[in-house]
């Protein structure tokens, strides 16, 4: 199994980025996706999650009304689309797929999403 997150960088503060996940090697649509963040020096936390065939969805109260969470399962790929950001939001985006009945969780290698003027 495989997560490749792809999308981060450097932006201004109030910018915009999309992050998008791409998963390999399990069955992509039987999965609960997430994507979790790390700021240096602080402990991992959950940003967005929806669930396997797109029905629920939440969101972290810090970023619930700026970032989207989405997924395609035909394309086995899942999104965060992050609005007026903030340099609080400034952390490695790491993407995160679990299988409610089987347990089975696989983390991507992370990306790095810089807010900084």
């Known amino acids: 199994a495989q997560l490749v997150e792809s999308g981060g960088g450097l932006v201004q503060p109030g910018g915009s980025l999309r992050l998008s996940c791409a998963a390999s090697?399990?069955?992509?649509?039987?999965?609960?996706m997430s994507w979790y963040r790390q700021a240096p020096g602080k402990e991992r936390e959950l940003a967005a999650v929806i669930s396997s065939a797109g029905g629920r969805i939440s969101y972290a109260d810090s970023v619930k009304g700026r970032f989207t969470i989405s997924r395609d399962n035909a394309k086995n790929t899942v999104y965060l689309q992050m609005n007026s950001l903030k340099p609080e939001d400034t952390a490695v985006y790491y993407c995160n797929a679990k299988h409610g009945g089987s347990g089975y969780d696989y983390w991507g290698q992370g990306t790095q999403v810089t807010v900084s003027s």
């Open positions: 090697g399990f069955r992509f649509s039987r999965y609960d």
